[in-house]
């Protein structure tokens, strides 16, 4: 469990997330800059909402960041975190 300040980035542009993250409480916003260095907000992620399941379907987040736009409390969840079901 992680508690982020307002303006704590949760991960940046460089790396993308390589985990689910379950937003507790607070406010997120997720952003991306343009090529013209214009940043341009993809959501706002309120409590009790997950965001950056798409790196675990394969899909690269690199160029987005996550920001807390109020204090937050954040818990995350790697692949290893997750159960191995064997049908």
């Given at each position: 469990?992680?508690?982020?300040?307002?303006?704590?980035?949760?991960?940046?542009?460089?790396?993308?997330?390589?985990?689910?993250?379950?937003?507790?409480?607070?406010?997120?916003?997720?952003?991306?800059?343009?090529?013209?260095?214009?940043?341009?907000?993809?959501?706002?992620?309120?409590?009790?909402?997950?965001?950056?399941?798409?790196?675990?379907?394969?899909?690269?987040?690199?160029?987005?960041q996550?920001?807390?736009?109020?204090?937050?409390?954040?818990?995350?969840?790697?692949?290893?975190?997750?159960?191995?079901?064997?049908?």
């Amino acid at each position: 469990m992680l508690t982020a300040s307002k303006g704590t980035i949760s991960y940046g542009e460089e790396e993308g997330p390589e985990v689910l993250f379950l937003l507790r409480s607070g406010k997120v916003k997720l952003e991306r800059v343009s090529p013209a260095g214009q940043k341009l907000t993809l959501a706002i992620v309120e409590r009790v909402s997950f965001f950056g399941e798409m790196s675990l379907l394969g899909q690269s987040l690199v160029g987005t960041q996550a920001v807390a736009i109020e204090d937050a409390v954040i818990c995350a969840m790697s692949c290893h975190d997750l159960p191995i079901i064997d049908a």
